[in-house]
T-cell receptor
Framework: AQSVAQPEDQVNVAEGNPLTVKCTYS??????LFWYVQYPNRGLQFLLK??????LVKGSYGFEAEFNKSQTSFHLKKPSALVSDSALYFC????????????FGSGTKLNVKP | NAGVTQTPKFQVLKTGQSMTLQCAQD?????MSWYRQDPGMGLRLIHY???????DQGEVPNGYNVSRSTTEDFPLRLLSAAPSQTSVYFC???????????????FGPGTRLTVL
């Protein structure tokens, strides 16, 4: 079965500090990975995706993610956090055997304090 | 473009009642999907559609029906609501690349459903 795990329910970081939100995946085949952000009472918004190629993927709002095949990880990062980055973040993977199915992690709440 | 729209935003049902959650998109996306979001469980796929007249089951399809008569609309029906269906429901749509692969999804604002 395909899955992603987000080991931290919550991440706290001070404004201006770097942030990392962790995601590990379990996929039999080449992973097709995504990060989404959800602000309160809103739908999810796409941040970035990894398909193939460069292990460092750049996305919206200054976010980037590093794909690490040996550690089966796809951590979301940002060099300098903003208070406005406070939100719920989801990692997701596309099923390599059924391109129509996606599996989401349980979400990580990011709190950026001034 | 309005993107993906969902109605209603909130709904309270009694056990056994039926209702339809509406979803529409104006981006001409072939692929549409329904998810439910529960605390600590992330999003789980209920049903999806790859075009008008074509639907299939996701992870948690029991208790839900869907149909896709047009590219734009993808309603989700609860035939006999149960308290276990209390959740936030999201509709999403996506375009396809040349190989048929699904890409990032565009999500609606959600419907918060409570079943008493």
């Amino acid at each position: 079965a395909q899955s992603v795990a987000q080991p931290e329910d919550q991440v706290n970081v001070a404004e201006g500090n770097p942030l990392t939100v962790k995601c590990t995946y379990s996929v039999s085949g080449n992973p097709y990975l995504f990060w989404y952000v959800q602000y309160p009472n809103r739908g999810l918004q796409f941040l970035l995706k990894y398909i193939t190629g460069d292990n460092l993927v750049k996305g919206s709002y200054g976010f980037e993610a590093e794909f690490n095949k040996s550690q089966t990880s796809f951590h979301l990062k940002k060099p300098s956090a903003l208070v406005s980055d406070s939100a719920l973040y989801f990692c997701a993977v596309r099923d390599p055997y059924n391109f129509n199915k996606f599996y989401f992690g349980s979400g990580t709440k990011l709190n950026v304090k001034p | 473009n309005a993107g993906v729209t969902q109605t209603p935003k909130f709904q309270v049902l009694k056990t056994g009642q039926s209702m339809t959650l509406q979803c529409a998109q104006d981006m001409n996306h072939e692929y549409m999907s329904w998810y439910r979001q529960d605390p600590g469980m992330g999003l789980r796929l209920i049903h999806y559609s790859v075009g008008a007249g074509i639907t299939d089951q996701g992870e948690v399809p029991n208790g839900y029906n869907v149909s896709r008569s047009t590219t734009e609309d993808f309603p989700l029906r609860l035939l006999s609501a149960a308290p276990s269906q209390t959740s936030v429901y999201f509709c999403a749509s996506s375009y396809s690349n040349r190989g048929g692969g699904r890409n990032e999804q565009f999500f609606g604002p959600g419907t918060r459903l409570t079943v008493l």
